[in-house]
């Protein structure tokens, strides 16, 4: 038996013991069972294809002898070859049993067999044959009714029992019976795809009995769901809201799908979340409170997760966006604000709704001042406890952080001097868990830092060793959430000054790079001496080089994108982030190379010496800019 499934997917035995156990589905146990694992027998079918077409018939016999028997009972299960392309991959490994010139008589006898059985599939589904007889037993019909051209008007005849007929202004609506409707159900599971069956399929959905529990199936809104989220069904947004009304872990796998989609995603992440969730319907259904929550409280745990990681926030800012935009083409809200978000003071919800680009921007201050005042009185009175806590507060927040992005763009940009309410928000933006004391110190190092920053963009001789410096002193005393905040100052100094463009690519390289790289680096070139390097250290220095990088190519997509979409004008600084935003995306990210080969350096390529018995690396070449090349190898 091992060795018959060598060769074959390693589920085959299992799915031979289920094809037993279903036999041709005629009990309601059998066909719920059936409809439960179609997707996955589809899967294990387009694997057994790709094992098969390697062989010649006769291989494929005299090793797997049992291979007959499971086609042939995937070919009598009337559920599984009407599901999606079962049908068609059942035909492509029948094929493969095929055998144009027979060389003896077990051959021509295995040629017939399958020959008749690719007539029974092809044939199945003429709508004339007994094959479909439990399907039009389910549907209440005789299977005469079944010819194909009538298959239309059958359909259209069940959705309008379905649907609620008006007569001179009064219901007369027919109700289905309970089992009817449930029968009908699943029946429709395998068949959610065939472009007949979506009259059916909407009407299932926008039905409501007046039963006081479900009486669908639930692996009906299943199928359905997974078919809407791989796009193999269309469906108009009211049946799509009751689908997730009525069948919770639809909307939780709808959201699930978009942040596993999205958050992994290659770069160009806030266009690709514009783009998904326009597909989605998720913002459009979110209109109802019910789901905005559930998909909020994914969010929420998402965040928690992955400790505030930029790209979630990223997904729920657009997803928000694209929320409020849903709920203003609304003629008339059929729900107050605080439905969606029961925890926001009104006053504060209300200035956050607004946009950014509703306010000059000479006067941002006021609506940032007042956003910073309202949330620190929540976060830090802690007799408050109606509103959830500092982390209720920053995920309120975090819905609309183009306010924070505004907000160290105004501290750069503005002529007066900062004041501390904005600086708070910045800092309680990024670390809302840090305790009261931590965060008056992440201020006051803000604040030392951009006065720095702010004189020596005044200045006529800027330069990236003066920005870098500013970065890197007072280090030791720095509190360690400062880090990633005053990156984002420096990356947001070069795209705002004026002689940005000149030092740009040298502060993306001391913002991306880390310290102890660097070191490496500098020691190569100034001492002229090959380094080994440890292979741990090398790795963990690689490791924070990509997730460096990675943070400036999101901070450069995300900046763009808000400007887009806030129409911030400002060319130069504009046309500076996607040059910056190309050339990293073009260059490889992986490998001993690519510290350099992000920046355009020639790094050290670490070799082994075939002398050494331990098998040490060393460094041979490295050019940095503006510090000549060396070239040198040495063995210690």
């Given at each position: 038996m091992a060795r018959e499934a060598a060769g074959l997917p390693a589920d085959y035995q299992f799915w031979l013991w289920k094809l037993s156990v279903w036999g041709q589905a005629a009990t309601e146990e059998a066909q719920r069972d059936t409809c439960r694992h179609l997707p996955r027998f589809q899967a294990f079918l387009r694997q057994l294809y790709e094992a098969l077409k390697e062989m010649d018939s006769s291989t494929v016999m005299g090793r797997f002898p049992t291979i007959g028997p499971l086609l042939a009972k995937a070919c009598w299960n009337p559920f599984i070859l009407a599901y999606d392309e079962s049908q068609?991959?059942?035909?492509?490994?029948?094929?493969?049993?095929?055998?144009?010139?027979?060389?003896?008589?077990?051959?021509?006898?295995?040629?017939?067999?399958?020959?008749?059985?690719?007539?029974?599939?092809?044939?199945?589904?003429?709508?004339?044959?007994?094959?479909?007889?439990?399907?039009?037993?389910?549907?209440?019909?005789?299977?005469?009714?079944?010819?194909?051209?009538?298959?239309?008007?059958?359909?259209?005849?069940?959705?309008s029992e379905l649907r609620e007929n008006h007569l001179n202004g009064f219901s007369t609506q027919r109700r289905m019976p309970p089992e009817r409707l449930r029968s009908l159900s699943r029946v429709c599971v395998p068949l959610v795809t065939l472009p007949d069956f979506k009259p059916l399929v909407e009407a299932l959905l926008i039905y409501h009995g007046q039963e006081p529990q479900e009486v669908l199936w639930p692996e009906f809104f299943d199928a359905v769901n997974e078919a809407f989220l791989l796009k193999k069904i269309s469906l108009p947004q009211p049946a799509v809201v009751c689908l997730w009304l009525r069948h919770l872990p639809a909307l939780e796998r709808a959201a699930l799908r978009l942040l596993e989609e999205l958050v992994s995603s290659e770069p160009g992440l806030p266009g690709r979340v514009e783009g998904f969730l326009k597909d989605s319907l998720l913002p459009e259904a979110a209109c109802h409170p019910a789901i905005f929550r559930t998909v909020d409280e994914v969010f929420r745990y998402a965040l928690l997760e992955t400790d505030g990681a930029p790209a979630v926030r990223a997904t729920l800012q657009v997803f928000t966006r694209r929320f409020v935009e849903a709920l203003e083409k609304e003629k008339q809200l059929k729900f107050a604000l605080k439905a969606y978000f029961p925890h926001a003071p009104p006053s504060l919800l209300t200035v956050l709704l607004q946009l950014p680009t509703d306010v000059p921007h000479g006067l941002r201050y006021q609506p940032l001042t007042h956003i910073s005042e309202m949330l620190r009185e929540v976060v830090e009175d802690q007799t408050q406890g109606s509103h959830g806590g500092p982390l209720e507060s920053w995920f309120l927040f975090a819905h609309f952080g183009g306010w924070a992005d505004v907000t160290a763009e105004q501290l750069l940009v503005s002529e007066a001097e900062p004041p501390e309410a904005l600086l708070w928000l910045v800092?309680?933006?990024?670390?809302?868990?840090?305790?009261?004391?931590?965060?008056?110190?992440?201020?006051?190092?803000?604040?030392?830092?951009?006065?720095?920053?702010?004189?020596?963009?005044?200045?006529?001789?800027?330069?990236?060793?003066a920005l870098y410096a500013v970065a890197t002193g007072s280090r030791a005393s720095r509190p360690p959430s400062c880090a990633r905040l005053i990156r984002r100052l420096l990356l947001n100094s070069v795209l705002w000054a004026s002689g940005g463009r000149a030092i740009a690519r040298d502060v993306v390289t001391a913002v991306s790079v880390p310290s102890a790289s660097r070191l490496v680096l500098l020691l190569i070139v100034h001492e002229g001496l090959a380094t080994r390097i440890c292979p741990n250290a090398d790795g963990q220095a690689m490791a924070q080089t990509a997730e460096l990088t990675r943070e400036v190519t999101g901070f450069l997509e995300q900046t763009l994108y808000r400007w887009d979409h806030l129409c911030t004008e400002a060319p130069a600084s504009r046309e500076l982030a996607r040059e910056l935003l190309a050339e990293l995306q073009s260059k490889p990210s992986a490998g001993p190379r690519s510290w350099g080969h992000v920046f355009g350096w020639c790094v050290p390529s670490a070799q082994t010496d075939p002398k050494r018995p331990d098998g040490v690396a060393f460094c041979t070449t490295t050019l940095l800019p503006d510090m000549g090349r060396v070239s040198e190898e040495a063995d210690g």
């Open positions: 068609k991959i059942l035909i492509w490994c029948l094929c493969c049993l095929m055998n144009k010139e027979p060389q003896n008589a077990g051959e021509l006898k295995l040629t017939s067999w399958t020959r008749g059985l690719l007539s029974h599939v092809v044939s199945a589904f003429r709508f004339d044959t007994k094959e479909v007889g439990l399907f039009t037993q389910c549907l209440g019909y005789a299977s005469a009714d079944y010819y194909a051209g009538l298959l239309k008007n059958t359909v259209l005849s069940l959705v800092a309680f933006s990024d670390s809302p868990c840090d305790s009261n004391q931590q965060r008056a110190q992440t201020t006051a190092e803000l604040q030392a830092v951009l006065g720095r920053l702010r004189k020596l963009l005044r200045s006529p001789l800027l330069s990236a060793e």
